[in-house]
């Protein structure tokens, strides 16, 4: 049985494995003293530890990823709590319009926050099953299934909600800023 092609973007293959591209190398982390914090330009910025997250509603997605590097990988499945869900608990000011993702490393990448509101959208712990391994973002990386996966931030640590748009690292090294795949909008030249 062959794959609809409307499910793979112009220019992608659709791959099995599950790629490993990371910025620099994978960080060591302890469950019991990591954090996540959602704050900038918003009413009641916070910080949750693990077990506050996990306690969270969670949320089941199965949805193809497609990487800038010409993979797709169909039918993932991932586990973990909304972004938007934790966006609005931190109630966003007027002049939020943007998330910048921050990892363990420096890695930063940004996204309009219209597009955090997509239910697929999560911060995400598990994938097929078990637990993030460690070079596919472990304990926590952002899922965003519709922009091409440097979008979808390893090792997670701070939801920024910004005033206007600042490109993160990919960006600001020649990489779109949009990210669709189905534009094929992978770099700005």
């Known amino acids: 049985m062959g794959v609809d092609p409307a499910r793979v973007p112009p220019g992608q293959y659709i791959t099995e494995k599950f790629p490993v591209l990371t910025v620099g190398g994978n960080p060591p982390f302890d469950l019991d003293t990591w954090t996540l914090s959602v704050d900038g330009e918003v009413e009641r910025p916070y910080t949750l530890s693990w077990d506050e997250l996990m306690a969270l509603p969670q949320r089941e997605v199965t949805v193809d990823i497609h990487c800038v590097t010409r993979w797709s990988k169909l039918d993932t499945q991932w586990r973990g709590v909304a972004v938007s869900d934790?966006?609005?608990?931190?109630?966003?000011?007027?002049?939020?319009t943007h998330l910048m993702a921050h990892s363990d490393g420096g890695y930063t990448t940004n996204l309009p926050l219209e597009a955090v509101h997509d239910p697929e959208v999560l911060v995400a712990h598990t994938f097929a099953g078990e637990p993030l391994e460690p070079d596919h973002g472990a304990p926590l990386r952002l899922l965003v299934p519709r922009r091409y996966f440097w979008k979808s931030a390893k090792f997670l640590r701070r939801l920024e909600v910004m005033k206007g748009d600042r490109m993160g690292f990919w960006e600001l090294g020649g990489y779109h800023n949009d990210a669709d795949p189905w534009q094929e909008q992978r770099h700005w030249f």
């Open 86 to 96: 934790l966006i609005e608990r931190a109630g966003v000011r007027p002049a939020g």
